[in-house]
Structures are given as structure tokens and as C-alpha cells.
T-cell receptor
């Protein structure tokens, strides 16, 4: 079965600093990978997705993620943090076809941005 | 388009009461999902549906039931509420294309 591990339940950065949120996955099939963001008291919004087209994926709000098969990783980065980036971020992997297109989510990382 | 809508936004239940969480999507998606979110635990799949009339259990189905009589609606039923069901519940839908899911705003449920 697929699984996702997000390293660090809380990450704190200064405004303008690099954001790095870590995600490692396990999958028995070529994975489809996702990063979602959740702002306080809201639902989840898709940031970006990897669907095997390109290993470096660009998303909304200046975020990007790189798929590294050898490391089974899909880390999320942003060169310069903004106060509005404070939120909880979830990495997810698809269960693949024939499994109801289900997603398996990591436990989440709360990003705090200090002024 | 409204996307995925959920009602109610908040609810307080007493132990043993029952209720239905409503979920509707207007994107004509075949796939729909119910998750619960607890602090530090991520999202856990309760039930899902691959089309009208077809439902299946997810990771944490105990204490819940679902039905899918139409493409648009996917209600979640709690029959005998327990404190362990205090959580935030999210409904999501997907066309199946590239597995992306679209989420509703959530229902915050407290059982006391």
C-alpha cells in the first residue's frame, strides 16, 4: 500500500527566507503526487501535482516541487516566504487506477512565517 | 460553479444522537470521498464512491454510513454519535483525470 511521510510537523521560517517542506512516499506503482495547502478554517486547495510529465513541477503562489525517484521524495520549496504562506501543507500520493482514485495523505506540516 | 458544498458548517451533537452531513458537487464528477481530519493525523478516508449507486469503505468507516443515489450528492450518516467522532469532516470529488480531488469547506462536528 502507498504511504506518505512528512518530516517535521511544524516548520518556522523568517519572511523572505527559503521554504522547504519534506515529503517521502512509498508506492508500488508509478506515483502521482500532490501538495495541498489548507488555510485556517478552510478546505484543502491544490498547490501542485506530479503526473510524470516533468520532474520539476511549478504550482501556484510561487511554490515548486521536484520529484526524485531515487530518493522517493517530493519536497516542496519556495525561494522567499511571505506572511500569507502561513498554513498547513499536505503531501499526498495516489493509490493508482482500480483503487477508486484514492489519495493517501501525510500527517501535514504547519508552516509558520515570522516577520 | 459552486464546486463542492457542505452543510452544515458547524454542529454540536449529544452522545447517541444521529445526523447527516450533506455534500453536493456540481462538476459532474463520478468519484466522491469523505474524510475526517484530526490534529496531527492528516486526512483519513471514511468512505468513497466511484459512481451513483456504488460505495465502498475507506480506512476508518466504523460508526458511519453513506449512500449515493445521484451523481451530485454524497451524504454521510452518523447513527449513534460518540465523542471519538468529534472532528472536522471534508467531502471531496474527482473526475478521475490525473486523480486530483476538489475539496469542500468542511463541517466541524463536536460530540459531547
Amino acid at each position: 500500500a502507498q504511504s506518505v511521510t512528512q518530516l517535521g510537523s511544524h516548520v518556522s521560517v523568517s519572511e523572505g527566507a527559503l521554504v522547504l517542506l519534506r515529503c517521502n512516499y512509498s508506492s508500488s506503482v508509478p506515483p502521482y503526487l500532490f501538495w495541498y495547502v489548507q488555510y485556517p478554517n478552510q478546505g484543502l486547495q491544490l498547490l501542485l501535482k506530479y503526473t510524470s510529465a516533468a520532474t520539476l513541477v511549478k504550482g501556484i503562489n510561487g511554490f515548486e516541487a521536484e520529484f526524485k525517484k531515487s530518493e522517493t521524495s517530493f519536497h516542496l520549496t519556495k525561494p522567499s516566504a511571505h506572511m500569507s504562506d502561513a498554513a498547513e501543507y499536505f503531501c499526498a500520493v495516489s493509490e493508482g487506477p482500480g483503487e477508486g482514485n484514492k489519495l493517501v495523505f501525510g500527517a501535514g506540516t504547519i508552516l509558520r512565517v515570522k516577520s | 460553479n459552486a464546486g463542492v458544498t457542505q452543510t452544515p458548517k458547524f454542529r454540536i451533537l449529544k452522545i447517541g444522537q444521529s445526523m447527516t452531513l450533506q455534500c453536493t458537487q456540481d462538476m459532474n464528477h463520478n468519484y466522491m470521498y469523505w474524510y475526517r481530519q484530526d490534529p496531527g493525523m492528516g486526512l483519513k478516508l471514511i468512505y468513497y464512491s466511484v459512481g451513483a449507486g456504488i460505495t465502498d469503505k475507506g480506512e476508518v468507516p466504523n460508526g458511519y454510513n453513506v449512500s449515493r443515489s445521484t451523481t451530485e450528492d454524497f451524504p454521510l450518516r452518523l447513527e449513534l454519535a460518540a465523542p471519538s467522532q468529534t472532528s472536522v469532516y471534508f467531502c471531496a470529488s474527482s473526475s478521475g483525470h490525473l486523480y486530483e480531488q476538489y475539496f469542500g469547506p468542511g463541517t466541524r462536528l463536536t460530540v459531547t
